[in-house]
């Protein structure tokens, strides 16, 4: 009899665990990005419908910078705030596609998180490094209180302060792309070894939910990007800026767009070829990206023209924005500036803002446009508005 009830409550449970996966599973193919894929990882992991995990971190393996970055983290940062969302969820009986839903309980924007986005590790730290370990060796590790003293030295513990800690890969195609990082920092409740096998199959589901999602976005970078400065081209402006102003809109919040026109290019390009001038297209590309915010877009509008979208930004501060590209492109040395009439290669930019110069996309263009205009009008190497 003992054994039959042993049979019966081990198929219960292979149940449970088999319903928990489809679920998680099911959550990951509702979408491609990768943002919203990663976040359905963790919360599989760490929601009380799912592995019910304390907390837990992801990492993606770049291999072309070859470093082990932090993506995000969720999890409470302190047992009372811990409480206070374990009481809500149970409040509103919230089970896993809830969670999903909502969103409300995501930490990728708390303190936890960013901490988690700081973590940069090379492929090549080997020694203590338990990331490293991980992707190299794609096997999974389980910390207890006596061996994770072994690694006291490697960052994430540092970070995470555990007393207990499992790591396991993501896994695609026999590479491993990521790895998940789960502990019980508040419950102390033991990791046992069907916890570890859970996260394992789940996380062999996860690596190949990420890879799909970044051979997607990769799909729809290439489609939307100009081929020789890699920036946004010009259909895709259109479509940032027309998404961009309707979200201002339902928001209330500001929005500026910046016009950017290199000064006396044909002069370069006549003189040195339009190979030179590509040349020149791509250098300044680079400095927009490296020197404009995270959540602005920069854009190939067209010729030697360049756009730049900047969200949440009211004229005032945009217009700060732009002076500053603009003195960073004149303090730059361009290859062969010395041929242009004031021996340097500058720019000339123009500026609007919703909604005060207009409500719809075409009408900040145009009024971006004008004041580019009077920029080149005033002697060029200027920034209007």
């Not at 665990?17 to 990951?28: D, G, R, T, V, W």
């Not at 044909?266 to 680079?286: F, P, R, S, V």
Request: glycine fraction near 6%.
């Amino acid at each position: 009899m003992e054994e039959i009830a042993k049979i019966k409550q081990d198929l219960e449970r292979a149940k449970v665990e088999l319903s928990i996966l489809y679920e998680i599973s099911n959550a990951m193919r509702t979408t491609l990005k990768l943002d919203e894929i990663l976040y359905i990882i963790l919360t599989g992991v760490t929601a009380h419908a799912g592995l019910g995990f304390n907390r837990a971190l992801l990492f993606l393996v770049n291999e072309k910078e070859g470093i082990i970055e932090g993506k995000m983290g969720i999890g409470p940062e302190t047992g009372e705030e811990a409480n206070r969302i374990w009481t809500q969820i149970e409040q509103e009986k919230m089970d896993f596609e809830d969670l999903i839903s909502a969103q409300k309980f995501s930490n990728s924007e708390t303190g936890f998180s960013a901490q988690v986005q700081h973590l940069k590790i090379s492929l090549r730290e080997k020694n203590e490094n338990l990331l490293t370990l991980v992707a190299l060796e794609g096997m999974p590790l389980h910390l207890t209180g006596e061996t994770i003293q072994s690694y006291s030295q490697s960052p994430i513990v540092q970070m995470l302060k555990s007393e207990e800690l499992v790591l396991t890969p993501l896994r695609a195609k026999d590479k491993v792309n990521g790895i998940i990082a789960a502990d019980n920092f508040i419950t102390k409740k033991p990791i046992t070894k069907d916890d570890l096998r859970m996260l394992i199959m789940l996380s062999n589901q996860a690596g190949l939910a990420i890879e799909n999602s970044q051979l997607y976005e990769k799909t729809v970078m290439r489609a939307h990007m100009d081929s020789l400065t890699e920036l946004w081209n010009h259909g895709y402006f259109q479509y940032l800026l027309q998404t961009g102003m309707e979200e201002a809109k339902a928001t209330g919040a500001a929005l500026s767009l910046i016009m950017l026109d290199i000064d006396d290019f044909k002069i370069y390009n006549d003189m040195l070829g339009h190979q030179a001038g590509d040349k020149i297209l791509k250098e300044l590309a680079t400095l927009l990206k490296n020197q404009s915010r995270k959540m602005d877009y920069v854009c190939r509008y067209g010729g030697e023209e360049f756009t730049i979208i900047l969200p949440q930004t009211e004229k005032k501060e945009a217009f700060l924005i732009a002076e500053r590209l603009r003195i960073d492109i004149e303090k730059h040395a361009f290859s062969h500036e010395e041929i242009l009439p004031h021996k340097k290669l500058t720019a000339s930019l123009g500026l609007s803002s919703f909604p005060r110069d207009g409500h719809l996309p075409a009408e900040l263009i145009t009024a971006s446009d004008k004041a580019l205009y009077q920029a080149k009008h005033k002697g060029k190497n200027n920034t209007c508005c």
